[in-house]
């Protein structure tokens, strides 16, 4: 009986630290997507819009590093694709990046030539626990010949903040699934 009811408890406790362990890791995000970090047929800037990036969060590099690299630059140096005073250079052909301040932060690729045809990266980290976001509402067009002493200051309205691309989401998901089934494994052996 007593044996039933600790089998009971540490399952439980296993089920728990699972679900726990999902609601703690921020979203992994794999730049690129499927195609990687590569200087054709992606375009970051259109891949980054399409995010929110906050503080917690990680970006996963994948790429030939016989061919590329990653340079986390300055917002001047991204602008000139200049790659040789990197503030961090990674070359293992798979980096995690975690994202621990909020603001720009700027990635290139450090190959001569590869910056210039699109191979960069400039993404805004929001701060963790930013909450809903305020949008402005659009309001009636104004005659010319509305004095300006009569306009409304600009209203606006809480909206949720963008969810997260699905296929980065599901990556601490799965962190914490695959600890309920090592704990399953564990409690069966």
Known sequence: MVLIKSNTFLTSLMILLALFGVALGGT?????????????????????SSRTF?????????YNNGFHDVA???????????PFKPLARYQTGSD??????PGYQN????????????QKLQ???LPASLGPVAAPVPGPVRSPTTSSSSLSPPQYQMVPPPTPHSAA???SVWTGFSYFLLSLFILVS
């Not at 995690?96 to 301040?101: A, E, G, P, V």
């Not at 990635?107 to 699109?118: D, K, L, Q, R, S």
């Open 123 to 125: 993404i805004l980290v």
């Open 54 to 62: 906050q503080v917690g969060d990680s970006l996963v590099f994948e």
């Open 169 to 171: 989401a599901t990556s």
């Open 107 to 118: 990635f290139i690729c450090g190959v001569p030539g590869h910056c210039n045809i699109g």
């Open 96 to 101: 995690t990046i975690s994202l621990t301040k």
């Open 28 to 48: 992994v995000h794999k730049v690129g997507d499927s195609s990687g970090w590569t200087m054709m047929g992606v375009n970051y800037e259109a891949w980054a």
């Open 72 to 82: 986390e630059v300055t917002h001047n140096d991204f602008e000139l694709c200049e």
